[in-house]
């Protein structure tokens, strides 16, 4: 699912880290008459600067002429758009840029014009890349649940005398009774099977620890 489009960035909170001359005033005056609230950090000299305060900002402008190496040394960047503020396109700078995973980028000198295109680009591309991260993790987890699936539905299968297409209708109707997902309940099937053999396995085997007093283990048979 798509986010929705960003255009009103009023009362967002933007850092800019810069060094103090007419470029970081411009900038924030601009971004002060688009409605966000403006904090700023020399670039040059350094200051004193929390993980907590980069954690508390909505965007991040950063210049790339001084980096901010020395600044955020042991400080981990904060998920949120950065931005960064360009002099000279020396490849050495630049790269900066690609490291940080920059969403959006402005050029000095800075105009009145442009620092609204800038914001509306990083601000919507940070959440798209986000969103695609979401997808891709929810993803890489089914994949993972799948594998639970396939396990069980062959459990199923030898237990029960089914095919596999009846073996995951069963499966899958258990799963809608207890209001679970069918990759749940494979994986909760697999990992008590699990527990079944190993507490089997230490029983038999005489050198391994004391087992724990057995239990009555009621296998479930799924209709």
Sequence with gaps: MKPPIMQNFRGARALVIHAPDENRERLVAVLQRLGLLVGTLDSVEGGSVTQQALESCDVLFFETDQGVG????????????LVA????E????LSR???????????KPIRSTGV?????LAFNEFAMRRALAEERGAL???LRARRFVTKATLKVMRAQNVDDDEAFRRLRRESMSRR????????QIIASEAAIEDAEDRTE????PPAPPAQPVQRKSYK
Excluded at 116 to 120: D, P, R, S, V
């Design 70 to 81: 020395p600044i955020l040394d042991g400080l981990t960047l904060p998920l949120v758009p």
């Design 85 to 88: 503020v360009i002099g000279v």
């Design 90 to 93: 020396a490849p050495s700078r």
């Design 97 to 107: 840029i690609i490291r940080a995973r920059a969403a959006g980028y402005i050029t």
């Design 116 to 120: 609204f295109t800038t914001l509306f």
């Design 140 to 142: 890489e987890e089914r």
């Design 180 to 187: 679970i997902t069918v990759e749940a309940l494979c994986e």
């Design 205 to 208: 085997d005489p050198s391994g």
